[in-house]
């Protein structure tokens, strides 16, 4: 029976290019240089200092990045999979690049005016300027209205007053977006670009972590910190927007790492279980350790799709975008309403991606448990790889959005907003 008409129905395809190979390949040779400064790094608790320069030679400071602005220019799942890579090393890290990147340098060049993509973006791609995102606050975490920050308009300039928390690379990165609420008002949060080389602007590192011990989350204070409104970024009370937007593609970077850091356990699993003897056979062979290793192994290829798929629809998001006819600078806000092409991909893109970060950072937080499991006491040292994994991948299930939250997203986004639970 002839079936040919059929035969090429399916278009989702994961297969590497030739491209995508090299670069991947030169992911690889960096990981593999920096592996043991990481590991030294991580046991000091310190930066790890060779990250940047390392990284920067090969242009992954700016992977998804527009050429125009310095960038590499690749796609959504190019930049995933380099993450996932990365992943593999640590979810320390793997979230330099989250938030230098994902929730950083891609908030900027997705809601940016063209002007302010050409003054900031170049020297982020290059390294001369790290970036950072800065939402929560010690009283507004998984609620992001419920910011203290405020700001009030003073002549050509913003006034902004109040405390960041947890911001990742907040200890050294020159420009961050951060968001504030126009004082006076319960709902009105705006977005802004921030040089955090000021004076009025206060900065202190968050010690004590339990995990993630080479990032360098600190507390940010703005003390009346005096900005021009060409920092505006959007539209004035356009904010939380802008910050669900960029959770989008934060979430879809964690949910990458994680799948590098259950590809890492299972590699040492598999050579400490064939390596290591009790009762007179190897680890390897019995069943109990087996079924872990089942488990790890169903996990992080269950994990993979989940992400890729997610990867594919951010991707045909962005090509929506960039095919479409741009009036001004402001284009992508007056889109948000009247085009249902672009709210339907960017809803799914926001599912999808909670669906993915969700279920991977569940899944890596199990994989590492049953690592040290197979480990035993071997697996109870920092100077283990996963014992690091499973100090790290703790965090991941609380920041881009607390699991339990992210489960009631889930589930309303079916049931209709008017069944929301939170």
């Not at 090429?8 to 090299?22: A, C, G, H, R, V």
């Not at 380099?82 to 809601?111: D, P, Y």
């Not at 879809?252 to 890492?264: E, H």
Request: overall charge positive; some cysteine; proline content about 1%.
């Amino acid at each position: 029976m002839k079936n040919h008409h059929f035969s090429n129905l399916s278009q989702m395809n994961f297969d590497l290019s030739k491209q995508q190979k090299l670069f991947l390949q030169k992911v690889d040779g960096i990981c593999k240089l920096l592996r043991e400064e990481e590991e030294k790094s991580y046991l000091k608790e310190s930066l790890n200092e060779k990250v940047i320069p390392f990284f920067n030679k090969i242009g992954m400071l700016g992977c998804p990045i527009s050429k125009e602005y310095g960038g590499l220019g690749y796609d959504i799942l190019s930049y995933l999979l380099a993450l996932e890579r990365i992943g593999e090393e640590g979810s320390s890290m793997r979230t330099f690049f989250s938030c230098h990147t994902s929730i950083g340098q891609m908030v900027l060049q997705n809601w940016g005016t063209e002007e302010q993509k050409r003054k900031f973006l170049p020297n982020t791609t290059k390294g001369i300027d790290i970036m950072a995102f800065a939402l929560t606050e010690p009283n507004a975490g998984s609620d992001p209205s419920l910011i203290e920050t405020t700001f009030e308009e003073s002549g050509d300039h913003f006034i902004i007053s109040g405390k960041k928390h947890w911001i990742g690379n907040g200890t050294f990165a020159k420009t961050i977006t951060t968001y504030a609420k126009e004082k006076g008002s319960d709902k009105k949060i705006s977005a802004f670009i921030i040089d955090l080389n000021s004076p009025s602007i206060k900065k202190k590192e968050i010690k004590n972590k339990v995990g993630l011990l080479t990032v360098k989350n600190a507390i940010i204070e703005f003390n009346n910190y005096k900005i021009s409104k060409e920092n505006l970024l959007g539209l004035s009370g356009n904010g939380l927007s802008i910050a669900f937007s960029a959770l989008i593609d934060g979430r879809l970077s964690v949910a990458a790492g994680a799948i590098g850091v259950m590809r890492d356990c299972l590699k040492e699993t598999i050579r400490f279980s064939k390596s290591r003897s009790q009762h007179g056979t190897v680890l390897a062979k019995k069943q109990l350790v087996q079924q872990h290793i089942a488990q790890i192994i169903v996990a992080l290829e269950s994990t993979k799709w989940l992400v890729y798929k997610a990867a594919t629809i951010r991707q045909q998001l962005q090509i929506y975008l960039a095919n479409l006819k741009r009036e001004d600078d402001r284009w992508i806000f007056k889109i948000n309403r009247k085009n249902k092409k672009y709210s339907d991909l960017r809803n799914e893109c926001d599912r999808l991606s909670a669906i993915a970060k969700y279920y991977a950072t569940n899944a890596s937080v199990d994989v590492t448990n049953r690592s040290v499991q197979i480990f035993g006491a071997e697996g109870y040292k920092k100077t283990s790889r996963v014992a690091r994994h499973f100090l790290d991948s703790r965090a991941t299930t609380i920041y881009e959005g607390a699991n339990e939250v992210l489960e009631l997203k889930i589930a309303s986004e079916i049931l209709g907003n008017e069944y929301r639970a939170y």
